[in-house]
């Protein structure tokens, strides 16, 4: 009598789970993507004998009023008379705003480099994968924020950006 009962609880337990869970699950799905914000950067460049153009769609995912994380993907085409880069790769970013106009971010860059040089001698390929860790700080107002990054890990021999401090403008939807 006592396994009976005892079966009797466990399918009886069983059931209301599982059914709690599979009521709740379509309400719990919704709120994941409520939260979920896209956004990104495009970039254009044009000179005499050179363009540049470049795409990041970013995806992230606001934890609350305060914190966000997400993931972008980057890529850069260059060229300046015969010399060409290309560059792409991914990055993870997170979002702090200890008050409602300033926030803080971390980015952790990894960029595939391949670059192409002519100067008319020789042709030189140089491919190699190129980190960057960006820190920074901006003005955000809703979804959009203005502001300047450092690449603590900035190398002038390696680094496709010009400079170790980057100013940006986010725009999350």
């Known amino acids: 009598m006592a396994k009976f009962f005892l079966k009797s609880f466990v399918v009886l337990f069983c059931v209301l789970t599982c059914n709690t869970l599979f009521a709740q699950n ?13 956004g990104g950067g495009v970039g254009l460049g044009f000179t005499n ?9 970013s995806a992230i995912y606001q934890f609350n009023d305060q914190f966000a994380s997400g993931l972008s993907l980057n890529f850069n085409y260059a060229k300046f008379n015969d010399d060409k880069l290309l560059a792409y790769g991914g990055s993870v970013l997170s979002l702090y705003n200890p008050v409602p106009y300033l926030q803080l971010s971390a980015e ?5 480099i391949n670059r192409e040089f002519d100067d008319g001698t020789f042709r030189l390929e140089d491919n190699y994968w190129s980190p960057a860790l960006f820190l920074g700080i901006g003005y955000t107002d809703r979804n959009f924020t203005l502001g300047i990054r450092y690449d603590v890990l900035y190398d002038d ?15 999350f939807f």
Request: glycine share 8%; aromatic share 16%.
């Open 157 to 171: 021999e390696k680094s496709i950006y010009a400079n170790a401090w980057m100013p940006f403008v986010r725009v």
């Open 26 to 38: 379509p309400m719990n799905r919704s709120n994941f993507w409520n939260r979920v914000r896209f």
């Open 108 to 112: 952790l860059e990894q960029l595939r």
């Open 49 to 57: 004998g050179g363009f540049n153009g470049s795409i990041s769609p």
